[in-house]
């Protein structure tokens, strides 16, 4: 087993499989037993969850989201707690607030108002105690009596915020009644077994970090309003109108997209139920590491079936809900049923894992548990891109409770990389596009390793750190341990960690031990140092029949060699994997050739390399 051990932004270390070196915060899980070095959940391993029953009533005159939520959170850990942290993700509106992007002044307002807040029979929104801190979009309350491990603490809250028309991030009024409202309620943050609370500010740069909780959500909308909505509706019956309903309870069951609204469905009148002047909409989710919902009173309603071989759902519900001016939507709901089966079958070759995904049609693209908030396209290759992306993202993190405050590669970059066939057999280039911008940035002194906390990140550089470069280190993994052995250490982290919080070190630790190889040779150059892929030809010689040659590593991060040579009669590709710089800077190539030398081409679109002048070798005539 080899070891090394190295410097990280000269405080963190870390050392291969096997060996006891750790970052400082992960040393206690391991030694309590929460985490164990063969890369599964320790024997002692723990996470914390809630139960929310939420009303939630929306007025769209006023943009208003208003609600009442009852939350039990429970406390599994061996720690008395001293406080508890809520999430009021719209404070990042607020003047003066910490946030990571271009804010429009029509949208800034005072923070979400919360009105009642009560932990266990105390009252505790006294903001002029100093057991009430609100910093950014966290609240922090201390209450009186600490809550002990193993119990649980009953919160009520109603709180009302307005949702935001210019700077929509993520979520926002698409116009007077289609709402993507999401980062909406007042959410208990993560307490976990490496870092305690979760208090990193929330700046709308990265995106979760949850536990995985139940909810029961009524929504109160005018009967004139459509919701869809994380989890399955609940009464469905009292609803719809009697022909709307009909088409729905096919959509259920039928493999081809069934349209459950559309123009004539409108032109017929409202297509909900008119008995009264509002209709309350009744989801569940259980088990789901959030809640999202979106109205409209005049999208179109696609739905389908998918047959999952996934045993405890058997079947997923898909739904795309769209304005009728997007005409790339028209066929979302197919391309999300080809996608989810390109899952299951191909990559990751893993069951489903939730009973339904709604694909709205707001803007940008955006990822929660069952529900995706997308803009129109302007090609089917790029709608293929966006839907096979935010759905990949079920899998990472909604159901790998990734913590993407701190490891956004180990959730964006599944997200795109597991889709590259399925985009590109739809005439995407998303591995060439990745690749490219992979190219242009490698070596730049913003370019840092994957490893660094994400919430230290923004822009491209964020970007590169948590898709691009480790989308790209999977997919050359991949190629170098083949797919089935691949597939073996993924599988076993996702069964390992399905429904909890895994860390880099418990991937890698997987990995490690189903691969049967300390894989540090790879993951160290990958995500932890700096440094750029640049291979180079090197020492040609062409005597006689035989042409050797070198491909020399000169930059530390590990590619492929993919080698063209051209001869006046034929034209030779040679492949080797990452493999080949497991333990060496130089790899020597002897070709036997039967015809004249012309030129020698090394790498091709799909390999990155940030110098290419030293990738080609030409006979001078
Ligand atoms: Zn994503």
Partial sequence: MKIFIYLLLSSIFFVSYGQSFLPTNFKSAYEKGTRSNDGKPGKNYWQNSADYKIDVEVIPN?????????IVYNNNSPDSLNMIVFRLYQNIFQKGALRNFNLNSIDIHDGVSIENLVLNNEIVNDTSKSSYRVQGANLIIFPSNRIAPK??????VDWNFSLPIKSR???GAYDSTSFFVAYWYPQVAVYDD????????FTGEQEFYNDFNNYEVNIKVPNTIGVWATGELQNVDELLRTDILSKYNAAKK????????NEEDYKIGNPYNTEGEYNVWKFVAKFVPDFAFATSDHYYWDGCNYESSNKNIKNVFI???YNKNSKDFYEVAEISKESIDFFEKKSPAYPFPYPAITVYNGDGGMEFPMMVNDGSTNSRASTVGLTSHEIAHTYFPFMMGINEKLYAWMDESWAVMLPFDFQHQNGGKQLQNNVQAYSDFAGHESEVPPIVPSYQLRGRAYRMAAYTRPALSYYFLKDYLGEQKFNDCLHDFMNSWVGKHPSPYDFFYTFNRVAKEDLSWFWKPWLFDYGYPDLAIKNVKNEGNTLSLEIYKKGNIPVPIKLKVITSAEEKTIY???KVWKDKETHFFKIDLNSELVKIELGDETI???DKSNNLYEIKK
Avoid: F, Y
């Fill in 608 to 610: 990155p390399d940030v």
């Fill in 319 to 321: 739904s795309a809900v």
């Fill in 576 to 578: 080797e994997t990452v």
């Fill in 62 to 70: 006023k943009r208003l989201i208003s609600g009442k939520a009852q």
């Fill in 169 to 171: 991030v993520r979520m």
């Fill in 254 to 261: 039928s493999e081809s997209v069934v349209n459950i609204i």
């Fill in 151 to 156: 119990s649980s603490v009953k919160i009520n």
């Fill in 194 to 201: 490496l870092n305690g609370w979760d208090i990193l500010p």
